[in-house]
């Protein structure tokens, strides 16, 4: 018999890679340290417990990134798709569950399956050494001992940290009629050209305007045991420095020194919003400096005040909360192998991404790709046309990468469209109501196709 694949943690991501891979007909041991060890925000001892939203989002798949997430799972049989589609609960266009049905359910299948074993108990820092393939799904509440163990390996710096991320955002929903693209100065650094970055300019009216709203604008609560978390160091909220002084932010992210406006050279813009390429393939940009606690709403009315930002669309908002993730093109191979110990396989929320269903996803990756490697058969990551293959390329090098090799500023990330490369559309055969909708049942239907070929040959 095939020596077993040790999986930590029995949450979204450790749930769906057990199960892929003893349906691969390979063994496994899946560790979950509840209810011997507990945890600030679980409250059974089942697996895959939702301990937030009971919501899994769109599960439009034809129009929605998550939605062709939900349904690329479906056809690789995923357990955490089935499971909810059995426990939905009435939410329009959303799949959400009842969180104990759902959670107990997905327990009792793992529990039956013949070639799961269930051991609960903490694993305290690194595996033993004897175990030569480990996949490790842990997620944002990562124990402290197996969280300090993985950093001795990597050399990174704190993994458990309030994790201020910035809002990123479509490139197609800038308007460059208002914004241009200027580094400032001119500046020509590693891989730049002197116009790296995109310019949203302010009068000073505009600017008073903002920052009082920046003041007012209703912010997000932290948890209880959040609370004691501090601030990652350069990661301040940008509320916090507005509340620092009116001219604050003029003097730091939203300076306009060294940049010139290439719409109206001759007046000199107030103050400057500046947006920097987050992706290899220039479909997203993260606003620089504006980690935010704002909440959801209040981020969308504020931000698109903005000059430039009017309609903006969001592939992320930003947030502030307590996070533990890798920063994965640096440290995770292709197949989400920790470089420097290859044995240590990561899934979840740990990798860099977002969401229930996200972290179910790379947890379905990585099952499968721990039951190749153990049955000695190639694996082929799916295309970044797809959903699954997106992501996959997010956290392990899609990445913007610099030509000195530097990685910039990792943000875990939600599915979105942005990740994946714009499909052939010309948007002149299309009538213009129709565009949006257009492109992307063009993103989606070329994912299907893409992903049951990967499948067809998997």
Not at 176 to 200: E, H, L
Request: aromatic residues 6%; neutral net charge.
């Amino acid at each position: 018999m095939l020596k077993p694949i040790h999986i930590i943690g029995g949450g979204m991501a450790g749930s769906e890679a057990a199960w892929q891979a003893a349906q691969q007909g390979v063994p496994v041991i899946l560790h979950e340290m509840r209810p011997h060890v507990v945890t600030d925000a679980h409250r059974t001892e089942n697996l895959a417990e939702l301990v937030c939203s009971n919501s899994f989002r769109s599960d439009d798949k034809d129009q929605n990134a998550v939605g062709l997430l939900h349904e690329e799972m479906r056809l690789a049989g995923s357990l955490i798709m089935a499971v909810a589609d059995v426990h939905k609960v009435p939410a329009g266009g959303a799949l959400a569950v009842d969180r104990d049905g759902f959670s107990a359910e997905v327990t009792a299948r793992i529990a039956a399956h013949p070639l799961i074993t269930v051991e609960r108990g903490e694993i305290a820092g690194l595996p033993p050494d004897d175990w030569d393939n480990v996949i490790i799904a842990t997620g944002p509440l990562t124990s402290t001992a197996l969280a300090e163990a993985v950093r001795s390996l990597t050399g990174e710096a704190d993994l458990a940290f309030f994790d201020a991320i910035a809002p990123i955002i479509h490139r197609e929903s800038i308007n460059m009629d208002v914004a241009w693209f200027q580094s400032r100065y001119d500046k020509v650094g590693p891989g730049g050209t002197g116009k790296d970055y995109i310019n949203c300019p302010m009068n000073k009216e505009q600017y008073d305007t903002f920052v009082a709203a920046l003041n007012t604008g209703e912010k997000a609560d932290f948890k209880e045991w959040e609370k004691t978390t501090p601030y990652f160091d350069g990661c301040l909220p940008v509320e916090v420095m507005a509340e620092r002084g009116l001219e604050t932010l003029r003097h730091g992210p939203m300076k306009p020194m060294g940049l010139t406006n290439a719409h109206k050279p001759t007046e000199k813009a107030y103050a400057v919003v500046q947006l920097r390429q987050d992706n290899a393939l220039a479909t997203l940009y993260n606003m620089v400096g504006f980690q935010t606690k704002l909440k959801y709403a209040e981020q969308v009315r504020v931000f698109r005040t903005i000059p430039g930002l009017e309609n903006a669309e969001f592939a992320r908002l930003g947030g502030l909360h307590r996070n533990t993730f890798l920063n994965s093109p640096k440290v995770l191979d292709g197949m989400m192998r920790l470089k420097a110990a290859p044995r240590l396989r990561f899934a979840g929320q740990i990798t860099g991404v977002e969401g229930y269903v996200e972290s179910a996803a790379m947890g379905l990756m990585a099952g499968r790709m721990a039951a190749a490697e153990r049955q000695a058969r190639p694996f082929t990551v799916p295309p970044g046309t797809t959903a699954h293959g997106a992501l996959i390329n997010h956290i392990t090098g899609g990445h913007l990468v610099t030509t000195d090799g530097r990685h910039g500023s990792f943000q875990p990330m939600n599915i979105n469209f942005g990740l994946m490369p714009p499909p052939d559309f010309d948007k002149k055969k299309v009538k213009m109501s129709e565009r949006a909708v257009s492109r992307k049942r063009a993103y989606t239907s070329r994912a299907m196709q893409d992903f049951q070929a990967w499948l067809a040959g998997a």
